[in-house]
């Protein structure tokens, strides 16, 4: 293919595109905005028994090394971040801690017992002590977002429904999601559905609540404000949050520790400060968001390939 | 050669593989049902589901097919002078074939695609893995209710069937052949059996569990690509119309030796 045959288009610099862009208005749906610092935790006891203990994690899919020899322990309390890029298996280590998918090597000790020797009915029995917020919500299409929430008590004898509505008023006020009980996820906005999704999985008061991705797909602003919820619901729950993302400033900004998963184990486990401080080229280069210099994509079209370069 | 042993030989694996998950799912299923693992509520949606939402064409289908029947019927019977047993042949009909099968076929197209597309829709947006994560079994919670849907409701829509195709093929018989009411309808009693009503409605529960398996079958191992959601629909239907043919004749054979 000749030179001529290819187009590059040069992507504008972020500031000059913020610069021509006029200034949003904050969200008037509800959704105010958490100061990430506003929030005061108490310093995690790492003394006693770990709440979550990873050995030896392996996990192949399909032929593919997907996760390679992890290990890692999380105390009570904790708010513990995983961070790494795209289809570092970031996603599938949080499908193992609860059981969703099942290691090919490695024991996963939850409150001392090992979730991957467990049949579906012990760790339907396990998962009643956690809870998971989905990357994009997975709030049911067909239920109210007061019937979301309420769902893992929707069986319960020893409560009345009014013990339940009440628990449901409850999460929703401390999700900032009061007076959304009857709407449908599908008249909701992604952050109320997060907002949703959180409420939902702290129903069954979990000690443990695992967040996919929580700030995925929503505006900076927004995105803050969720992170900010997280660390806000897990200090007054008291529950253990482990929070896998790649928006490594909101992962700073909240986490006690993290973990930088890459080339399929670990690089880094750290505080914040820690991540900040490493000279380990992929965490330094990934904690301070550079890239390894000009990078291009190639687009096919039916008229040729465009280098998009940015 | 070898080449087309070896297509034919990964089709048939293909196969063995797809009816073992069928039955695993099945037999789950009746795992729940035999420990009473039913929920209430999305039961009742279901039954809603698959049988008021599908009466109107499971009507419409056999209000026609019981003129079109009787038209044909009446026409032979006035030239072998049997035009006194019209009813009867038309009920016959109705009940042993006509009924259970083409509102299975019915069904299969409007609910057993509407499973696979919910439940397909479900795993792609991780509602299917949000429910385990909540200590719920998606087969509890959302196969055994359509189970039970497809199992109750396909018999009652198929006797509905069977009056409203009987029914037209009378409006047909009157307006081509001026048979009268007493005429019609007088041969059914006495030639009618029971146990074809029985041996119909037998077939449409076999069928209900059909359309409600393949259904939720294609829905819970649809891959998680939404494009992959309408092949699934599709496939459900296709899947269910063959397996309920080849099931037909098989009950068939075994219900009225």
Redesign the interface.
């Known amino acids: 293919m000749s030179a001529s045959e290819r187009d590059v288009i040069k992507i504008a610099p972020e500031d000059e595109a913020d610069a021509r862009a006029a200034p949003e208005p904050l969200p008037a749906d509800g959704e105010h905005f958490i100061p990430r610092a506003s929030v005061q935790r108490q310093p995690i006891d790492r003394s006693g028994e770990p709440l979550l203990s990873i050995e030896d994690i392996h996990q192949v899919i399909e032929g593919a090394v997907i996760i390679h020899d992890v290990s890692f322990k999380i105390w009570p309390g904790e708010i513990f971040g995983i961070m790494g890029m795209s289809g570092s298996g970031k996603t599938t280590l949080l499908r193992l801690l609860i059981g969703l998918d099942k290691p090919t090597e490695g024991r996963i000790l939850f409150k001392g017992e090992d979730i991957t020797q467990l049949d579906e009915d012990g760790l339907n029995r396990v998962r009643k002590s956690m809870g998971m917020c989905f990357q994009y919500s997975a709030l049911f299409d067909s239920m109210t977002a007061a019937e979301n929430v309420a769902f893992a008590w929707r069986n319960r004898k020893d409560v009345t429904p009014e013990q339940r509505s009440e628990r449901v008023a409850q999460l929703l006020s401390m999700v900032e999601m009061s007076g959304t009980e009857d709407r449908m996820p599908a008249d909701l906005s992604g952050g109320m559905r997060k907002r949703v999704s959180i409420a939902r999985a702290l129903m069954e008061e979990p000690e443990l609540v695992l967040y996919d991705e929580p700030s995925s797909g929503l505006d900076p602003v927004m995105s803050c404000n969720i992170t900010g919820l997280i660390k806000k619901v897990s200090t007054d729950t008291g529950s253990t949050a482990v929070m896998v993302s790649h928006d490594v400033s909101n992962l700073l900004g909240i986490c006690d520790r993290m973990l930088m998963l890459h080339d399929r184990g670990v690089q880094l486990i750290g505080t914040p400060d820690d991540m900040r401080a490493s000279d380990l080229p992929i965490v330094h280069r990934f904690v301070h968001g550079l890239g390894a210099g000009e990078m291009t994509e190639h687009c096919s079209t039916p008229t040729g390939v465009i280098d998009v370069v940015g | 050669m070898l080449s087309a042993i070896a297509v034919l030989g990964a089709q048939v694996l293909k196969g063995l593989e797809y009816f073992g998950e069928l039955s695993e799912l099945h037999l789950r299923t009746l795992v729940h049902l035999t420990r009473g693992n039913v929920?209430y509520r999305p039961t009742v949606e279901q039954m809603s589901s698959v049988g008021v939402s599908s009466l109107p064409i499971v009507a419409v289908t056999m209000l026609f097919s019981g003129m079109v029947f009787s038209y044909h019927v009446a026409d032979q019977a006035s030239l072998l002078g049997a035009s006194g047993y019209v009813g009867w042949a038309v009920a016959e009909t109705m009940a042993r074939e006509l009924g259970p099968a083409l509102t299975a076929i019915v069904v299969a197209a409007r609910a057993g695609s509407a499973m696979a597309a919910e439940l397909g829709?479900?795993k792609v947006?991780?509602?299917i893995?949000?429910l385990?994560?909540?200590?719920?079994?998606p087969v509890q919670y959302l196969v055994v209710p359509r189970y039970l849907a497809g199992m109750m409701m396909v018999p009652v829509l198929a006797l509905i069937g069977d009056v409203i195709g009987v029914t037209g093929g009378f409006v047909m018989a009157n307006l081509t052949a001026g048979m009268t009411v007493d005429g019609y309808f007088g041969s059914i009693p006495g030639n009618l059996e029971i146990w074809t009503v029985a041996a119909g409605v037998i077939k449409a529960i076999f069928f209900g569990i059909i359309i409600a398996t393949i259904g939720c079958h294609q829905g819970l191992y649809t891959e998680k690509a939404s494009e992959e959601v309408g092949r699934a629909t599709t496939r459900a239907v296709v899947y269910c119309i063959m397996l309920i043919y080849a099931a037909n004749l098989v009950l068939t054979v075994l219900l009225f030796p």
Do not use: H, K
Request: hydrophobic share 30%.
């Open positions: 929920e829709t479900m947006t991780e509602q893995d949000a385990r994560t909540m200590a719920t079994d």
